[in-house]
């Protein structure tokens, strides 16, 4: 991996841990991890690595499957993974996902159009290669900025 590409993930990677808290659920013998941003907290140079649109109308999920481990890290899975948001009104929009590999790191992450102070719920849906199945759904709450 080059220098500029682990500066990026890591970037990324803190972005995510400090913006707000991550989020995760257990299934099994895995854990998915999730987050959604404002793209306008993403750093210029991480969102024109990975062509993210930094906007105060838009927001970023960012989502990551691991296998747990006994030493409790976690180790990377690949997945079929897709995003659906929902609006209070019940308007639909997938949400398209790029998957990013990064040295041993594997993570889903798409953009979309918000409004102010709305709250939007995510639907995903995930298959891993050992025929796991997984649906699970959250809401949040945005902001423009």
């Not at 500029?4 to 972005?15: D, E, F, G, K, N």
């Not at 209070?88 to 409004?115: C, H, N, V």
């Not at 102010?116 to 423009?144: K, P």
């Amino acid at each position: 991996m080059t220098l500029i590409r682990a500066i990026t993930a890591c970037t990324l990677l803190i972005v995510s841990t400090f913006s707000q808290a991550e989020q995760k659920v257990d299934f099994g013998d895995y854990e998915l991890h999730y987050i959604v941003l404002n793209t306008t907290e993403i750093p210029p140079a991480v969102a024109e690595t990975y062509d993210i649109v930094r906007s105060g109308k838009r927001a970023f999920i960012n989502l990551s499957i691991l296998k747990k481990t006994d030493d409790g890290y976690g180790t990377p899975t690949a997945a079929k993974i897709s995003a659906l948001q929902r609006t209070l009104l019940g308007q639909r929009s997938d949400i398209k996902l790029q998957e990013i590999r990064e040295g041993d790191a594997i993570y889903y992450i798409g953009t979309f159009t918000i409004l102010n102070r709305e709250i939007l719920w995510f639907d995903i849906e995930l298959s891993l290669n050992d025929g796991t199945m997984f649906d699970f759904s959250f809401d949040q709450q945005v902001w423009r900025e």
